[in-house]
């Protein structure tokens, strides 16, 4: 760690490693931490801690771990990995991580679960010991091993429970919960962590830079590099750490300790953080985030606008949504100064990514796709295939990271149980939901294709649309790793076939919202955004609308 001693530091402060001495302990993840050892040592059975990508549930786990370890009368067993390809594999390594020793293959679940038994009764009642099992990564749990689970937490004394489990998992996993509700009512605690706050981020960093430090003296960042932090990394722990990473990188090659705005900027260009480039980091931030230009303008002079509200933290950016809190609403100066900045901002977009809107609007798939896409014959795009609705939308390949949860959401406009079901039934190789290689097609069926009622029309802003559903899919993805925004609207008409326009999430009731909305926008993105109205002849919808 040579490296660091020119800033004065022991340690590296931002290793992306759960390292449990670096945890901090803000006020929700150190209240999340005392609940689980309180239910631990309470012997409640069930507890479950939910939170995004990268919000610190590893690192609690780490800390949760290292605590109990002083207590010998505490066994905790640690499961980093629950991808196991089914339940009676899932119950295979149980029965070592117990017994020490692997079951012989041809050994029936039921067997190995009477193993269970006999051995949780023997070590808790008999040795008195305090067993644990910790899972992390437990979105990938499937509904069988969740039985499985639910089953060993039915082994009990009259007073508690033979063994606590503790569950850290993404938000999918409380869907997969709620498919398996008798376990669901077992949950003694469930803890939901969330990104950090722009203080708890400023504090985040300084504690670490402290622990690292050899004395009182370490590397400074000042507010404004902090506040620029925060609007980045939205608060994410890991996301705050790889930035920081990278800017300690660039103080000790700049033999300066003085972290500034300017030095983290400078590291932002250079460095691109979990995006798939620049131009689509600029395309949310500039127009997406502020999907109409003087939306901004029209929120801060007209603050009572009841439909425009809920779209507030989706249409503006952080950067301006801290300019606009800081101006007196409704003032002539306020919409001035935000009109201003928001137009400056959209010319830089305009000059650097002139192409960009017009690729959304591409029939050609795109090289950037992991694979070639898989079209089903169903969907060709003969013109004798296009008078008969389609039984399938396509089969795509899901980039990493990507799951199905979240292609439902983008494909059919919402999840649900039941069109979790349809897609697995027509998918027999996917063995569980959350695990799914991203080599393996997933075919969409074309659920629930109907029109929309003349007397009742519906109205959306269009950006794009495609032909082919891996385009589309690969478009809205990297749309949505910033803001959850953009949804596909799978169409099918009797003269054009099949097509996937790219939408705003947000549907309107009436035209005059929709172009309220629309004249609002630069007349340079006026051009590239359209008004389409539902009952078109001889068209299908498929997914919420």
């Known amino acids: 760690m040579n490296y660091y001693k020119s800033l004065k530091l022991d340690i590296e402060p931002f290793s992306n490693s759960p390292d449990p001495e670096l945890f901090f302990p803000s006020k929700q993840h150190a209240q999340?931490?005392?609940?689980?050892?309180?239910?631990?040592?309470?012997?409640?059975?069930?507890?479950?801690?939910?939170?995004?990508?990268?919000?610190?549930?590893?690192?609690?786990?780490?800390?949760?771990?290292?605590?109990?370890?002083?207590?010998?009368?505490?066994?905790?067993?640690?499961?980093?990995?629950?991808?196991?390809?089914?339940?009676?594999?899932?119950?295979?390594?149980?029965?070592?991580?117990?017994?020490?020793?692997?079951?012989h293959p041809d050994r029936d679940p039921r067997d190995l679960k009477e193993i269970l038994k006999s051995v949780l009764f023997k070590r808790t009642v008999d040795r008195n010991e305090l067993l644990v099992l910790v899972i992390d990564e437990g979105q990938k749990l499937s509904e069988e091993m969740l039985e499985v689970l639910r089953e060993l937490l039915n082994y009990e004394t009259n007073k508690e429970k033979l063994l606590q489990i503790i569950i850290f998992g993404q938000k999918e996993l409380t869907e997969t919960l709620n498919c398996v509700p008798n376990l669901k009512d077992r949950?003694?605690?469930?803890?939901?962590?969330?990104?950090?706050?722009?203080?708890?981020?400023?504090?985040?960093?300084?504690?670490?830079?402290?622990?690292a430090a050899t004395g009182p003296e370490y590397p400074h960042f000042s507010k404004r590099a902090l506040s620029t932090i925060f609007r980045v990394t939205k608060g994410y722990p890991r996301r705050i750490v790889t930035l920081c990473h990278h800017v300690i990188l660039r103080l000790t090659t700049a033999q300066t300790t003085n972290a500034t705005t300017r030095l983290v900027k400078s590291v932002l260009k250079e460095n691109s953080f979990g995006s798939s480039g620049r131009e689509w980091l600029q395309y949310l931030q500039l127009t997406t985030a502020a999907v109409l230009l003087a939306c901004a303008v029209y929120i801060v002079a007209v603050p009572r606008t009841n439909f425009l509200a809920p779209l507030r933290s989706l249409l503006l950016t952080e950067e301006i949504?801290?300019?606009?809190?800081?101006?007196?609403?409704?003032?002539?100066?306020?919409v001035n100064r935000t009109?201003?900045?928001?137009?400056?901002?959209?010319?830089?977009?305009?000059?650097?990514?002139?192409?960009?809107?017009?690729?959304?609007?591409?029939?050609?798939?795109?090289?950037?796709?992991?694979?070639?896409?898989?079209?089903?014959?169903?969907i060709s795009s003969g013109t004798q295939q296009r008078a008969v609705p389609p039984n399938v939308l396509g089969a795509v390949q899901l980039a990493e990271g990507y799951t199905l949860n979240k292609l439902l959401t983008d494909v059919y406009g919402e999840y649900s149980?039941?069109?979790?079901?349809?897609?697995?039934?027509?998918?027999?190789?996917?063995?569980?939901?959350?695990?799914?290689?991203?080599?393996?097609?997933?075919?969409?069926?074309?659920?629930?294709?109907?029109?929309?009622?003349?007397?009742?029309?519906?109205?959306?802003?269009?950006?794009?649309?495609?032909?082919?559903?891996?385009?589309?899919?690969?478009?809205?993805?990297n749309i949505n790793k910033f803001y959850a925004t953009f949804r596909i609207?799978?169409?099918?008409?009797?003269?054009?076939?099949?097509?996937?326009?790219?939408?705003?999430?947000?549907?309107?009731?009436?035209?005059?919202?929709?172009?309220?909305?629309?004249?609002?926008?630069?007349?340079?993105?006026?051009?590239?955004?359209t008004i389409v109205e539902s009952p078109l002849i001889d068209t299908l919808y498929c997914g919420k609308i």
């Open 32 to 103: 999340a931490l005392q609940w689980l050892e309180i239910g631990i040592r309470l012997k409640r059975g069930l507890h479950v801690l939910i939170g995004d990508i990268g919000t610190g549930k590893t690192t609690i786990c780490r800390k949760l771990l290292q605590g109990l370890a002083p207590d010998e009368s505490v066994k905790a067993m640690l499961i980093l990995d629950p991808g196991f390809s089914s339940a009676k594999s899932f119950l295979q390594e149980l029965h070592f991580l117990f017994t020490s020793r692997h079951p």
């Open 489 to 529: 609207l799978p169409v099918w008409n009797a003269e054009s076939g099949l097509y996937f326009p790219i939408i705003l999430r947000t549907i309107f009731s009436n035209r005059e919202e929709a172009e309220k909305i629309l004249q609002m926008l630069p007349h340079s993105m006026q051009n590239e955004i």
């Open 339 to 378: 009109t201003e900045l928001i137009e400056r901002k959209f010319s830089e977009f305009l000059e650097n990514s002139s192409s960009f809107l017009a690729s959304l609007t591409s029939e050609t798939p795109s090289s950037a796709l992991t694979s070639q896409p898989i079209v089903s014959d169903e």
């Open 417 to 477: 149980t039941h069109l979790l079901h349809e897609v697995l039934r027509m998918n027999p190789q996917i063995s569980h939901s959350s695990v799914i290689s991203s080599s393996t097609p997933v075919l969409l069926p074309a659920l629930n294709m109907h029109p929309v009622s003349n007397e009742n029309p519906k109205y959306w802003l269009e950006i794009g649309r495609e032909r082919d559903l891996s385009q589309a899919i690969l478009n809205v993805t």
């Open 187 to 211: 949950i003694n605690k469930l803890l939901v962590i969330t990104p950090l706050t722009k203080e708890e981020t400023a504090e985040f960093i300084q504690f670490r830079l402290r622990r």
């Open 321 to 334: 949504q801290d300019h606009i809190s800081y101006e007196p609403k409704g003032t002539t100066a306020a």
